[in-house]
């Protein structure tokens, strides 16, 4: 088995912090981004031009920081998500009392394309997850997709790696692609079934509209 992926914070990213105490009322002041503190400052869920929900969190700036309320900016950039968690609530300990902070990261997403049975963008709720898992989010491949090729699709340091993959044999277990990191896109390969199933769709097609033609110019001329 690879060794388990643990990404980083990096600039760009959207932390989700949520912050709890003994002294509930106090913790909400440390919550902007809480559903309660977003349906008090406008109705309904929200939305960008585009009619997805905004992702509301806070906002890993150019150099590397995020500025929570009262404690100012922490600096996040190359920490892991355990690691922000515990700054974080060393940076609470003077204004509540055993606190405790959740943390994610929701820029954490992945895309799964091709002969799966539901193709869609998937968020990821931890900060881990295998290529194995993220078939299953799609509903599996369909029986016409190749498992035995799947593309994964991984940008890194401004470069786009390119890796096939053969998830039925072991070896695939130990690749450095089982753990899929934020932002790969995974892309299952139509089987040669579903190629000329469509290749043959495309060959009749002239040929219907050419009859529905045929049958109009007929039945103009016996009019």
Same mark, same amino acid.
């Given at each position: 088995m690879?060794?388990?992926? #643990? /990404?980083?914070? *990096?600039?760009?990213? $959207?932390?989700?912090?949520?912050? %709890? ?6 913790s909400t ?8 503190t ?5 109705s ?19 150099s590397?920081?995020?500025e ?7 600096g ?5 998500l ?9 940076r609470? #300990? /003077?204004?509540? *009392?055993?606190?405790? $902070?959740?943390?994610?990261?929701? %820029?954490?997403?992945i ?33 016409y ?10 940008e ?5 790696t ?19 990191h ?5 892309? $299952?390969?139509?089987g040669?079934?579903r190629?000329?199933n469509?290749d ?8 219907i ?15």
């Amino acid at each position: 088995m690879p060794e388990a992926y #643990t /990404p980083v914070v *990096k600039p760009g990213d $959207v932390l989700s912090i949520q912050i %709890n105490s003994l002294n509930a009322e106090a913790s909400t002041f440390f919550n902007p981004y809480t559903p309660m503190t977003l349906a008090s400052n406008r109705s309904g869920q929200p939305t960008n031009s585009s009619g997805l929900p905004e992702i509301s969190g806070y906002l890993v700036a150019p150099s590397g920081e995020i500025e929570l309320p009262l404690i100012g900016q922490v600096g996040v950039k190359g920490l892991t998500l355990t690691q922000v968690r515990n700054e974080i609530r060393t940076r609470l #300990t /003077p204004y509540l *009392k055993e606190p405790t $902070v959740n943390v994610r990261n929701l %820029n954490f997403r992945i895309s799964v394309l091709g002969e799966v049975a539901r193709p869609s963008l998937f968020t990821v709720p931890n900060d881990q997850i295998t290529l194995i898992e993220a078939l299953s989010l799609a509903g599996d491949a369909t029986i016409y997709g190749r498992r035995d090729n799947i593309l994964v699709v991984r940008e890194e340091n401004g470069q786009k790696t390119f890796s096939r993959l053969d998830i039925t044999r072991r070896s695939f277990f130990r690749s450095p692609y089982y753990y899929l990191h934020p932002n790969d896109i995974v892309y $299952v390969e139509p089987g040669r079934a579903r190629v000329s199933n469509a290749d043959q769709f495309y060959q009749v097609i002239p040929a219907i509209l050419s009859a529905l033609s045929f049958v109009a110019i007929i039945l103009t001329r016996s009019y």
